[in-house]
């Protein structure tokens, strides 16, 4: 069975570009989380969609966002990019509780 | 507003000892725990959880441990072997019903297990 699967896995982006992160969920996974780990910090909730709505939103500021697919897919938006959000992007997938993550999407922004 | 903490950043153990990592939280609502292992340029992976109507959990070499009135929790290895070397996150959440679903990590601690 497939895992979650994030592209791109390295991405390098100029400050002020916009940037779209993709993941794709356990096939029968309906939840979709996503995370940020800065770097020498630990995981910080980003968003959460289930049934293609967006059930939560941790504190971060409107040009992060994203959306789920019919498919339970799921992208995360990036706009004007900063230097700090040089970080590594975790997407994790649930049916339950126990959230299933994939390899991550390492962005630097320059 | 940290309210799952873990207050040691790293931790050495020797091969073949045990190593017992801690969590403590504040949020008297979480109901459901986590640990995950993380090694560098990779996803966390799940290890084990615990429910709040429990006191532990076992699984292989990895026990779970929650003290709810002192609001917290600690992960067990025995024995603890080299491939055990990484980064630990526990993770805590209010179930589906509640708050969300969603899981409030620790910072981690970094186990390094020696030869």
């Known amino acids: 069975e497939a895992g979650v699967t994030q592209s791109p896995t390295h991405l390098i982006k100029t400050r002020g570009q916009q940037v779209t992160l993709r993941c794709s969920p356990i096939s029968g996974h309906t939840s979709v989380y996503w995370y940020q780990q800065a770097l020498g910090l630990g995981l910080q909730f980003l968003l959460w969609y289930d049934e293609g709505e967006e059930r939560n939103r941790g504190n971060f500021p409107p040009r992060f966002s994203g959306r789920q697919f019919p498919n339970y897919s799921s992208e995360l938006n990036v706009n004007a990019l900063e230097l700090e959000d040089s970080a590594l992007y975790l997407c994790a997938s649930s049916l339950f509780v126990e959230a299933f993550f994939g390899q991550g999407t390492r962005l630097t922004v320059v | 507003d940290q309210q799952v903490k873990q207050n040691s950043p790293s931790l050495s153990v020797q091969e073949g000892r045990i190593s017992i990592l801690n969590c403590d939280y504040t949020?008297?609502?979480?109901?459901?725990f986590l640990w995950y292992k993380k090694y560098p340029a990779e996803g966390p992976t799940f290890l084990i959880s615990i429910s709040s109507i429990k006191d532990k959990n076992e699984d292989g070499r990895f026990t779970v441990f929650l003290n709810k009135s002192a609001k917290h929790l600690s992960l067990h290895i025995v024995p603890s072997q080299p491939g055990d070397s990484a980064v630990y996150f526990c993770?805590?959440?209010?179930?589906?019903?509640?708050?969300?679903?969603?899981?409030?990590f620790g910072t981690g601690t970094q186990l390094k297990v020696e030869l």
């Open positions: 949020n008297s609502m979480f109901d459901y």
């Open positions: 993770a805590a959440s209010w179930g589906i019903t509640g708050g969300g679903n969603k899981l409030t």
